[in-house]
T-cell receptor
Framework: DQQVKQNSPSLSVQEGRISILNCDYT??????FLWYKKYPAEGPTFLIS?????DKNEDGRFTVFLNKSAKHLSLHIVPSQPGDSAVYFC?????????FGKGTSLLVTP | GAGVSQSPRYKVAKRGQDVALRCDPI?????LFWYQQALGQGPEFLTY????????KSGLPSDRFFAERPEGSVSTLKIQRTQQEDSAVYLC??????????????FGEGSRLTVL
């Protein structure tokens, strides 16, 4: 039973443009939502998080938006750079265990 | 090193063999987690340690899976009588006190297990 869903397996964006990665969830009890980035043959690395009591969190080129009524969050990357090409995992927790989505593979082309 | 270290990076086992995967967390990190990532999937929680205490093992798929962290630092995930469905990347992660609640984990590079 997937509680965190990323329905787009892949996304291709031109360098300099905005990348928008989407994530839906089913459990309204989640406390935090996070995005992790993963390069091939490496472990996931933490990117940005948002508390369930907020609707936006920004860190440099990365902004996460949370819409609790729609049980939806998104990650915006502006401007996108070729080095952002990676798999992005959405995750959520209501304690210590993270629930991950299946990931979205982002390709940023020059 | 400064990060989470896992070994071996790659392991090929014949069905029925036992395997042991090691994780060396970041020094001083109290919390340690094991996740399993099957091909094309996101990581799935297996088990959680706080120091040497295994506080949650609800994600372990069967009693063939066993994890320990006897001295509160290095952890070992053992899989007995491996099956083909055990093929996956096994990720270890650690976190420092006060941060685990936000979900920020530091992951190792993973151990890729292939069972033939």
């Amino acid at each position: 039973d997937q509680q965190v869903k990323q329905n787009s397996p892949s996304l291709s964006v031109q360098e300099g443009r905005i990348s928008i990665l989407n994530c839906d969830y089913t459990n309204s009890m989640f406390d935090y939502f996070l995005w992790y980035k993963k390069y091939p043959a490496e472990g996931p690395t933490f990117l940005i998080s948002i508390s369930s009591i907020k609707d936006k969190n920004e860190d440099g080129r990365f902004t996460v938006f949370l819409n609790k009524s729609a049980k939806h969050l998104s990650l915006h990357i502006v401007p996108s750079q070729p080095g952002d090409s990676a798999v992005y995992f959405c995750a959520a927790n209501s304690g210590y265990a993270l629930n991950f989505g299946k990931g979205t593979s982002l390709l940023v082309t020059p | 090193g400064a990060g989470v270290s896992q070994s071996p990076r790659y392991k090929v086992a014949k069905r029925g063999q036992d395997v042991a995967l090691r994780c060396d967390p970041i020094s001083g990190h109290v919390s340690l987690f094991w996740y399993q990532q099957a091909l094309g999937q996101g990581p799935e929680f297996l088990t959680y340690f706080q120091n040497e205490a295994q506080l949650d093992k609800s994600g372990l798929p069967s009693d063939r899976f066993f994890a320990e962290r006897p001295e509160g630092s290095v952890s070992t995930l053992k899989i007995q009588r491996t099956q083909q469905e055990d093929s996956a990347v096994y990720l270890c992660a650690s976190s420092s006190p006060g941060q685990e609640w936000a979900g920020e984990l530091f992951f190792g590079e993973g151990s890729r297990l292939t069972v033939l």
